[in-house]
């Protein structure tokens, strides 16, 4: 069965303000609450996923992650609201591209071997 691939990346002049990476990053940052276990949880390295979200809180007007400063408790790091609301707009983009794509590309579809 032929696959169509969509992928969005949003540029904010030739940086990558966000795509599918830091996407799939976000979601595991709120869901384990740590760069570090997140980027396990990728098999990525600590100083690429520090890079991931320095370069998405670069490019919002505010922070997509914050981070707490250990202690007693440990440190740890959070998606903001407005993470949440990027990921949430970037993931129903995305829903829509791909319904979109694989109508239009139908017809190309029935030509494949």
Known sequence: MPTIKTKIQILNDSNSAFGP???QLLLAIAEHGSISV?????????????????AM??????PLV???I????GGGAEVT????RVLS????????????IHTQ???VIKLLK
């Open 70 to 73: 250990g202690g007693s408790h």
């Open 81 to 84: 609201a407005l993470g949440l």
């Open 66 to 68: 914050v981070t707490k």
């Open 105 to 107: 590309m139908s017809d």
């Open 38 to 54: 997140a980027a396990k949880s990728m098999n990525m390295s600590y100083k690429r996923a520090w890079d991931l979200v320095n």
């Open 21 to 23: 990476g830091k996407a």
């Open 57 to 62: 809180n670069e490019s919002f007007k505010e």
């Open 89 to 100: 707009f970037y993931q129903e983009a995305l829903k829509k591209s791909e319904v979109f």
